[in-house]
């Protein structure tokens, strides 16, 4: 099936990023979110599996939260926090989105995602996920959204096999981080690939070893 771009690229800044899940808000985030987050991202041991550095300040996270607010505006980029009874309790988004490759069209984002370690194994980040990436497809037309992790991530592997993506291959030596290389699973995704996926669930990904 040929899904032909959307004649009119979209303006995030214009749309309702907010979501509805069985039992969770993803919203775009406020300042006031830096407390609720703040154990979480200042925890040296948390972000070892994740690309971003562990925040040494308050001043840290808040510059976080207005980054994806300017991502938002620029057009390249929505982060939602993941907020359940109330509550900031993790991130997902879909970032360095890209509409234009001089005379192409790319309509590509990659996902990005975290929750607090309380929450880890209950499904949460499952069904986030799920809702973000049906966002991307469905309300912004996206193309494709890529994603990937740590091959010693299990945990993040589930998550991406469980919302359908397909892997594209292990990358060795990837990226340095707490003093060595560390190789990644590549995944992908395709709008026609999440419609059947979503709708008849009939693709069966094999696992990567």
């Not at 006031?32 to 994740?50: I, K, N, T, Y």
């Not at 207005?66 to 109330?86: C, F, H, K, S, Y």
């Not at 049906?134 to 959204?145: A, M, N, Q, R, Y």
């Not at 060595?180 to 690939?193: F, G, K, V």
Request: net charge neutral.
């Amino acid at each position: 099936m040929v899904v032909v771009p959307r004649a009119a690229i979209p303006r995030l800044d214009e749309l309702d990023l907010r979501i509805e899940t069985q039992r969770l808000v993803l919203r775009p985030y406020v300042e006031g979110d830096v407390d609720a987050l703040w154990p979480s991202v200042s925890d040296p041991e948390f972000p070892r599996m994740m690309m971003w550095p562990v925040h040494a300040h308050r001043d840290d996270t808040l510059a976080y939260i207005r980054g994806t607010a300017e991502d938002v505006r620029q057009n390249v980029g929505v982060t939602w926090g993941i907020e359940l009874e109330g509550r900031a309790i993790g991130s997902i988004g879909l970032r360095g989105i890209v509409w234009q490759v001089g005379a192409c069209r790319a309509d590509r984002a990659e996902l990005g995602y975290w929750v607090a370690k309380a929450w880890w194994g209950k499904g949460i980040m499952t069904e986030a996920a799920h809702a973000a990436v049906g966002f991307g497809f469905e309300t912004i037309g996206l193309h494709k959204i890529s994603t990937a992790c740590f091959v010693e991530n299990a945990a993040s592997r589930r998550v991406i096999e469980k919302v359908g993506f397909r892997h594209v291959g292990r990358v060795e030596d990837d990226l340095w981080r707490d003093g060595a290389w560390h190789a990644q699973h590549r995944y992908e995704l395709t709008s026609p690939e999440w419609s059947d996926v979503h709708t008849t669930m009939r693709v069966s990904r094999p696992r990567p070893t």
